[in-house]
């Protein structure tokens, strides 16, 4: 029984990743970009670094707070797109300004 309650946390996280949308930005504008966080939600974005063109990068963001987790809060990131190297986003990342002590 125990395995069973250890693998059903862990294969819920699998599905969940393999679910999470991948979205490579390149031709799009910042309003673009911010549409498809705000219908998606979440999106995995890839873009070329500015400052070293062979790099791709990539990270999670999110339309706002909701979409973070516990212990998570939304904030302020940007991606480059065809109009601005700039692009407001947001992002979640840890935070243990709530968290119980």
């Given amino acids: 029984m125990k395995p069973i309650a250890i693998a059903i946390p862990l294969l819920f996280l699998v599905v969940q990743a393999q679910a999470q949308e991948r979205r490579d930005i390149a031709g799009l504008s910042c309003a673009e970009v ?38 998570e809060v939304a904030t302020g990131a940007g991606v480059p797109t065809t109009d601005t190297d700039y692009c407001p986003v947001h992002k979640c990342i840890a935070s243990n300004v709530f968290v119980a002590r």
Avoid: E, M, W
């Fill in 34 to 71: 911010q549409a498809l966080l705000k219908q998606d939600g979440t999106t995995v974005i890839r873009y070329r670094s500015i400052f070293n063109l062979s790099l791709t990068r990539y990270d999670l963001y999110v339309s706002g707070q909701k979409q973070c987790g516990a212990g």
